[in-house]
């Protein structure tokens, strides 16, 4: 009976959770995944990005630098988040085109000046940004459904969904797709390698921006959460595969059930370890993604 | 003579690749009997702050060669200069054993871990291994901390045990870490001549050439990740002893990021003067710039960015300078 019992108020809620921050992860990994698809580069500035424009969101509606609305703040912290990544992809343009291995190199170092400018403007304060959605709790077949749960879960069902819808039938979608196919082919096609290149940096951004958002309510926002966040990510993309998108939001979820589930049975001290042996494991097992079959690995 | 400059025959470029052989040999001699003299004209502070320079040009040659051997970066070396570091902590303050044991141990560890960490990553593209060092880099402070009853968690180790009985502490700690940069430097210098280091630099460069020659590129990326790994758990162990105290703050996720920046600007050297000028810039940076804490990212990303930069403009712009000379 204690067995059910424990399978009950432990197990389910403990999955229920993780699979809303498992949502949150693959929206990261997403990111990632676009771009990675399309320009072969690892984008290791996500989180750090990411964190700075929840940072931004947070200083102009918390009245450190304006105080605006959640929502204009929002708008303009979007804003600046595509303005970042026009910029990071217009300085690295030239070199994604040559090396993928420097042009990965040089992501680490706009991750390092989104960090340093997070530390110049903010400090390195903790502080707390929640969302503005009502506080309400329901309770479905002994789960405790909470408001923000099903925020998390529409904002995270619209934007998963709008993206495939366009990279499933909107001609921008299919540019993409046919440069991650093959970019020489598409190239002599007449596509504009560098606008679609576009589009996904700008894409993932704004996708990181809603994951950060997304996600601080939970922790607290700090210099160092959102980049934290996104090691999760990471995993995520690895296990879909890294060149996959539906990889991806399996791999997130799978992600974030799995380190619900350890943290709760077997430790919370050592997470980013088990990530680490989650991603090792994973690159063994499904050396192309959980979405692959074993047996196409290139040799 | 501008002709000289953009078509190069077979002849000159082999007598180009000699003289480059021969003229680094004689200014690595040169600059080594200038660091042998330093402690002699340099205060004790500065001893100190140079036997760093040394530990992390180690450290920064381990990153490089991974890049130039193998094509691959890792932003997680303080892995295995975190294992390198701990194995002298550990023996040296728990079982008062000192380095002449250590060091071979560090240095086993770091090939074992590195060949080990390789190997669910060998069929597969590059960026598998960085986002695994990515990980890597992550659970190393977590790692320490939990191991306290070894490691000693946040306080740290302390190492004491000479290496010579009878030799002053300081210039012990200044030498050991010379030696040992100048140790790795040759060997790595003799891996570039060896049949091993040609081969690994085909597998990079020809894969399918190298498959036809019978190297196989799975041998390559795990060989070439056991070398560096070694390479990274010497860097620790000399960082551990010229530092004289191992603790978790010298292996942070930023350290690591730190290595790969000291790599990236000395454009991947792996020569002596160019590894130095890369740890030289992971060590001094910091102190430099201590009283302004929020900077030092800012800085690094700067400097990793512009030596990026301008290892992409620099050929361009030299090739359109040759252009002008030409014309007039």
């Known amino acids: 009976m204690s067995f059910w019992d424990s399978l009950i108020y432990d197990l389910f809620p403990l999955i229920w959770s993780g699979t809303i921050t498992g949502c949150l992860y693959a929206l990261g990994a997403l990111g990632l995944v676009m771009i990675f698809k399309c320009s072969k580069v690892v984008n290791f500035s996500h989180g750090n990005v990411a964190g700075l424009t929840a940072f931004l969101v947070y200083g102009l509606s918390s009245g450190v630098l304006m105080s605006l609305s959640w929502g204009a703040a929002v708008l303009l912290a979007m804003l600046a988040a595509v303005a970042i990544a026009f910029l990071i992809y217009s300085i690295i343009s030239p070199v994604v085109f040559e090396s993928d291995l420097t042009s990965t190199i040089a992501t680490l170092g706009f991750g390092l000046i ?77 596509l504009n ?78 997470s980013s370890t088990f990530l680490l042996g989650a991603i090792l494991v994973a690159l063994n097992i499904f050396p192309n993604g959980i979405l692959q079959k074993v047996g196409g690995t290139r040799v | 003579m501008s002709n000289h400059a953009t078509h190069i025959t077979p002849d000159q470029s082999v007598f180009t690749r000699l003289s480059s052989v021969a003229t680094p040999g004689v200014t690595a001699g040169i600059l080594v009997a200038a660091l042998i003299v330093m402690p002699f004209l340099l205060g004790g502070s500065w001893t100190f702050t140079l036997g760093l320079c040394f530990a992390n040009s180690i450290g920064v040659l381990a990153v490089s060669l991974l890049v130039r051997y193998g094509g691959e970066v890792s932003i997680g070396h303080t892995f295995f200069t975190a294992l390198g570091a701990y194995s002298i902590g550990v023996l040296d303050a728990r079982f ?115 498959d036809a020659f019978g190297t196989r590129r799975v041998w390559a990326r795990i060989s070439i990740m056991g070398i560096s790994g070694g390479i990274g758990a010497l860097c620790g162990a000399a960082l551990a002893f010229s530092g004289s105290t191992v603790s978790p703050g010298g292996f942070t996720f930023w350290q690591a990021i730190f290595l790969l920046v000291g790599s990236v600007v000395s454009f991947y050297g792996l020569s002596l003067p160019r590894v130095l000028l890369g740890g030289a810039f992971v060590t001094l940076v910091p102190q430099l710039l201590s009283a302004s804490g929020a900077w030092i990212p800012v800085f690094y990303g700067l400097a990793l960015l512009g030596m990026i930069l301008l290892g992409h403009y620099m050929p361009r712009i030299r090739k359109a300078m040759s252009r002008i000379s030409e014309v007039s």
Request: proline share 4%; aromatic share 12%.
């Open chain 1, 114 to 190: 989104a960090q340093g400018i997070t530390l110049l403007v903010f400090g390195a304060d903790i502080v707390a940004l929640d969302l503005p959605i009502p506080r309400f709790a329901m309770s479905v077949l002994g789960l405790l459904v909470t408001g923000y749960d099903l925020t998390v879960l529409v904002v995270a069902i619209a934007t998963i969904g709008a993206l495939f819808i366009v990279i499933d039938y909107t001609k921008l979608g299919i540019a993409f797709r046919a440069i991650s196919e093959n970019p020489f082919a598409a190239e002599v096609c007449g």
């Open chain 1, 193 to 270: 390698l560098k606008s679609v290149h576009y589009f996904a940096w700008i894409t993932a951004a704004i996708l990181g921006v809603i994951g950060a958002l997304l996600i601080v309510p939970t922790t607290f926002l700090s210099v160092t959460t959102v980049a934290t966040f996104m090691l999760q990510a990471f995993a995520a993309a690895v296990i879909g595969g890294f060149a996959s998108l539906p990889g991806a939001l399996i791999g997130g979820i799978l992600v974030g059930v799995m380190m619900n589930l350890f943290t709760f049975y077997v430790s919370p001290e050592y």
């Open chain 2, 96 to 210: 008062g054993i000192s380095l002449w044991a250590s060091v071979p141990l560090a240095l086993l560890l770091g090939v074992t871990f590195g060949i080990l960490f390789a190997w669910p990553s060998r069929n597969l593209h590059g960026i598998y291994l960085a986002v695994t060092t990515l990980a890597l880099a992550l659970a190393v402070p977590e790692m320490i901390n939990n191991f306290d009853i070894l490691t000693g968690g946040y306080e740290g180790l302390y190492v004491a045990t000479p290496f010579i009985p009878g030799m002053s502490m300081g210039m012990q700690r200044y030498y050991f870490a010379l030696v040992m940069l100048v140790i790795v430097c040759f060997a790595v210098a003799r891996l570039r001549l060896s049949r091993q280091g040609m081969a690994l630099l085909l597998a990079k460069t020809h894969p399918a050439a190298a």
